[in-house]
Structure formats: C-alpha cells, structure tokens
C-alpha cells in the first residue's frame, strides 16, 4: 500500500514538475515578501525578541532592582547622584526608588513575553486536546463541552480572574499561570472544534474509520495535520492576546507578584496622576513597548493567517 | 414566537441555579462572610472563627445556600461590611454612571463602526477601504489599558481638552451645570471604548456587503431598476446587519456591566471601579454579587441575542 502511494507520488511530482503549487514554508516565505509591512513587523519583531532575551542576560536583576533614594526620579539620560553608584547613566531614568527604567523595561520585557508565551502553549494545547476530542467524537461528547465551554463564555473572566488571583493562598508565577489557564482554555478549544468538525466530516476520516484505524491516529496524524497551519496561526495571535492579558491584569495590580517586573507593572506607576502627568519616563516606554510587540504579532500572525488560507494569499 | 421565548426563559432557570452555585462555591473560599457582609474580614483569624461560628457561617454548604437563596429571592443579597450598607443599595448608586457611559459609548461604537464597515464594503479595494482595514487591525490588537492611558495623558493632561477624572465636576450645581458637567466627563471614557469596540461591526458588515455584492438578489434588484444606493440601504444593508444584529443581546447587556479598565484608568465611579475598589478592601459580599449580577446578564445577553436574531432573521427558528 504504501509504496504504491509512493509510486502514485512520484508520478504525481513528475507530472506537476513544471508547475507545482508553493507549499509550506515556501507559501509563507512568499506571502511576508508579498507584504513589505508583515516582512517589517517580523523583523522588528524578532530584533527585540533577540535584544530583550539577551540583553536581559547581560543585566544584572540585584543592580536593576537596587534602591538608591538619592536618584529618585531621574530624568532620561541623567547620570546618578548617588556617591555609591558614581558614574552610572539612566539611559530613561529611574522610579521613585532610583530604579533603572531601562533595566526594569528589559526584564519586564522578559518577563511578559515568557509568561505570555508559557500561557499560549499550554492553553492551545489544552485547547487542541479538548477541540480535536469534540469535533472527533461529535455527538454526547461534542455537546458536553461545548455546554461548558458556553458556560464559561458567559462569566465575567477578568473578575473572575482577579477573584481567584486575591483568595489563592500561596500567590506566584505558576499560580498565576495557571489561573490564567484555566480561564482561557475555552476560546481556542471552541475556535479548534469549529475548524476540526469540518475536517471530521471529510471521505478520508471516514474512509480511515471504516478501514478500521485506531481513533488515536486518525486525530493525531489525520485531523491534526489538516489544521496544524490554523493551530500556528491562532497560537501567533493567541500569543498577542496573552500579554494584553498579562500586561493588563498587572497594571491593575492583578498580575505577575511584586519581585517579578512586568511591562504591566512598569505601566502600572501612571495610576499615580503626578507620574501620569509630569514623569512620562516612567510608563510611555512600557506602554510603547507593549503596543508595538502585540501589534508586531498580530501583524505576523495575520500575515500567517493568510498564507494558511490559499483565498486570502496576496502572492 | 411568544412560544419559543416563554421556553427559552425556563430553560433559563437551571442555568441561573446553575450558576448561582457555582459562584456560591467560589464565594465560600473568600474570608469572613462574602454572603451577608456581616463579618469583618480583616479580623484576626481566631476572632474571625469565632463570628463565622456565631453567624451559622460553618453550616454545611448546601444548607447555607438554601438559606441565601431563600434571602436573595426576597430581594436581601446581604450587606457590604465597607459601605455598611445593603449591597443592593450600593450597586444600585454606581449602576447610573455605569449606564450612561456605556450609553454614550455604544452610541459612538455604532456611529464609527456602521459608516465605515459600509463604505469600506462598498467601495472594497479602495484607499478607504484600506485605511479602515488598518483602523480595523489596530483596534483589534490595542489592549484597551494603553489606550486609555495614552488618550488621558494626551487629551486630559498635556491638551486639557477633557478632564481626566472623575464623573461629575465638583463645582457643578445647578442640574443644567450638572448635566453638562457630567456629559463633559464621558466623553474621553466612551470615545476610548468606541474606538476599540468596532472591530467585529466592521469586519462583519465590510465581508457581508463584499458577498452580497455578486448575490443574486442584488443582480435583481438591479436589473429590475433599483437605483445603486437604494440597493445598498434597503436590500444590502439589512442583510449585512444580521451578524451584527445577532450580537446586538450583548450589547444590550454590556449597557450595565461596564469596563474595568476604562473606569479604574478615568476613575469613573461606575460598576468596574466598584469591583476593583471592592476587591481592595475586601468587601466580599458586593464582590459576590456583582458577579452574580454579572453572569446573569450573560445569561439574559444570550437570551436576547436569540430573540432578536429570531425577530429579523424568520429563517432561523431556535428551539
């Protein structure tokens, strides 16, 4: 069987030598230099991902989160007043407590973008378990979880959220994760049915049943395949959709425990009208930041969004 | 009709009971007494063992919830130990700012989302149509926290065009002074949420109107003599609006659950600042409550959506 499928290929590339369709990577290579804007967004994107990781590296955590009360809110570019620290510049000036912004950014930075991305994986996998399971089994099953996945849809998740995060008893990064998890899940779970239900109900998942092939295969190496580009794409956007999340609930305070700098939290000092109105420094870095990653992304993402769907491709 | 909705609302029941237990399950890992308000939440935890004992807080579960239910049907959903004051009572007084922001926030949303989803549906292809499909995928990706920061910082404190707290100027006094005062302070607020609130309006219409288009329902009425405009507002448009029309039970619902955010970001004294401020000093009880009160809205919002989508949709029939 399977080498006359081989042979059936190979007749098949033959043929279509002189004009085989772009596939994979081929597709997606086309589409970012079809769309100079999608090609920048990568590049910008993938210039501060390498910059933050490792310039966060490179900094020292003890120095950056070293209070000196001498250099309390420095303006960008001023050198410290404190004698102990001779010497030092603050490329965009210090906190209250004569932090480094700039450090606090990059680790902050880290910070965001590790957890944002920890959140999106487990989720989308949460999601592509549960979703490939409903759209597979249909019927009983399918009808369950989408019960509960409509359930969740309609609490309020952000108060949720913020309830579990204040009566946990022991509050940290993995409970915090986890919280975050438990509330996500569901989006990507109904958004993988959906496209994972048209996928059940073509010949060849028949076809495969009826030939008697375990139902672990058929959803592992027969429908996943058919929507990987779909999973990669929502996890792009997904991914952008965390940090909001992230960078939001910390800025209320809500989110990574003090001790762990977030872009959030460095935004957070606006909720002080004096920082809002007179020490921009403080905040607009975190805040630019922030929009210029989850826009990146996004534009990445939608880029990525219309090399899987050959109706939408610009090339 | 009168059929479906009447069946609709009892199926609704269990869902309410549903979810009231689940919430009660939450609230009962909150300290002190999340259900009455009663108890100090900030006592030590002897003394806190103490009250809870003395109001037949350490009661099993279900009997407490059959207690509270029998309250809550009587219109007692308890008391907030901050504002020593009945819960209802305290949501009630934030429930009017709250309504009126999202008022004027969802006129905006429709006022900025239907022309351009129309015109970018018309005119596809067009220099327009692609300055709103970049307007569109901004606002999708802005998380709305930075939006409003900036737009304070910006429009509140470096251009003083807008004030950038509150709900009402203190030097209001007169009902005219305050009702403009009032006006004068929604305005930033409702201009940030619309802004981000359009995405799905003008994804939903520019697609459908782009299909419509070639449909032949349209090719009819034009070849019959409608003029091209007619088509648009008459035949077009309310088959375009469906999507948006089936949405339209959770706008509806959204008038009175408000943003966090918006209100904690222009300290607008509505629902959301009142969960946060809530959640500060751990007033359980309105904490408990509110997202009581806001789950049912999710309920109702589903509810209404169905309805109205049933009303201007007679193809669909939801049993």
Not at chain 1, 95 to 122: H, K, P, Y
Not at chain 1, 140 to 151: Q, V
Not at chain 1, 216 to 225: F, S
Not at chain 2, 225 to 252: D, E, M, Q
Request: aromatic fraction near 10%.
């Amino acid at each position: 069987m399977a080498t006359n499928q081989d042979a059936e290929a190979a007749v098949l590339s033959d043929d279509m030598a002189a004009s085989s369709p772009p596939m994979g990577m081929k597709v997606i290579v086309r589409e970012f230099v079809r769309d100079k804007l999608a090609l920048a967004s990568l590049i910008l994107l993938v210039g501060l991902l390498v910059t933050i990781f490792i310039w966060s590296f490179l900094i020292d955590q003890d120095q950056v989160t070293n209070v000196s009360l001498w250099d309390s809110y420095l303006r960008p570019m001023a050198f410290s007043e404190d004698p102990a620290r001779e010497g030092m510049r603050f490329i965009l000036g210090t906190d209250s407590a004569g932090r480094d912004i700039f450090g606090l950014l990059i680790i902050g930075a880290r910070n965001s973008l590790l957890l944002g991305w920890s959140v999106t994986v487990v989720t989308s996998i949460i999601g592509i378990v549960i979703g490939i399971l409903a759209a597979y089994y249909a019927g009983l099953i399918d009808n369950i979880i989408m019960r509960i996945i409509d359930f969740i849809m309609i609490l309020p998740q952000l108060m949720i959220i913020i309830i579990f995060i204040t009566i946990v008893p022991t509050y940290n990064v993995l409970t915090f994760a986890l919280i975050l998890i438990v509330f996500n899940w569901h989006g990507q779970a109904r958004f993988i049915r959906g496209r994972a239900l048209t996928v059940g109900r073509l010949d060849f998942i028949s076809a495969s049943k009826t030939m008697g092939t375990p139902s672990l295969v058929i959803m592992l190496r027969e429908m996943m395949p058919n929507i990987s580009s779909l999973i990669i794409v929502n996890l792009t956007l997904n991914f952008a959709g965390s940090i909001g999340l992230e960078t939001g609930l910390s800025y209320l305070g809500f989110g990574l425990p003090p001790g762990t700098p977030s872009l959030g939290t460095l935004v957070a000092y606006a909720t002080n009208p004096d920082i809002l109105e007179n020490r921009a420094w403080v905040w607009l870095p975190a805040s630019t930041l922030i929009l210029v990653l989850v826009l990146c992304i996004n534009y990445v993402g939608r880029a990525l969004q219309r090399a899987a769907d050959a109706k939408q491709r610009l090339g | 009709m009168w059929k479906t909705i009447f069946r609709r609302i009892l199926l609704m029941i269990p869902q309410i009971i549903i979810l009231s237990i689940l919430i009660f399950i939450i609230a009962d890992f909150m300290p002190g007494d999340p259900f009455r308000g009663l108890v100090d939440p900030n006592l030590d935890p002897a003394q806190l063992e103490a009250q809870r004992e003395a109001f037949g807080l350490n009661d099993p579960l279900p009997v407490r919830y059959v207690r509270w239910v029998g309250d809550a049907l009587q219109g007692d959903f308890g008391r907030s130990f901050n504002y020593q004051q009945p819960v209802v009572a305290v949501i009630g007084g934030r429930l009017g700012n709250t309504v009126r922001l999202s008022l004027l926030s969802v006129i905006l949303t429709y006022l900025i989302g239907l022309p351009l989803g129309i015109l970018a549906g018309r005119y596809n292809e067009s220099v327009l149509d692609k300055t709103v499909l970049v307007y569109n995928f901004v606002s999708f990706a802005v998380p709305i926290f930075v939006l409003a920061l900036l737009m304070v910082w910006i429009f509140g404190y470096n251009l003083n065009w807008f004030p950038s707290r509150g709900s009402i100027s203190i030097n209001a006094n007169t009902t005219w002074e305050r009702w403009t005062s009032q006006l004068y302070h929604l305005i930033l607020p409702s201009i940030t949420t619309a802004i981000l609130g359009t995405t799905s309006i003008i994804q939903y219409l520019r697609s459908e109107i782009i299909d419509a288009k070639v449909s032949d329902y349209v090719k009819t009425a034009r070849s019959k003599g409608v003029p091209i405009s007619k088509v648009y507002t008459k035949h077009i448009f309310r088959n375009a609006s469906l999507p948006i029309a089936s949405g339209f039970g959770f706008t509806i619902v959204s008038l009175f659950t408000g943003s966090i955010f918006i209100e904690q970001i222009f300290n607008y004294r509505g629902m959301g600042y009142l969960f946060l401020q809530s959640i500060n000093t751990r007033d359980y009880s309105v904490i408990f409550v509110l997202v009581l009160f806001y789950g049912f809205l999710g309920l109702i919002g589903t509810l209404l959506s169905d309805l109205i989508l049933m009303a201007v949709d007679p193809r669909i029939r939801i049993d």
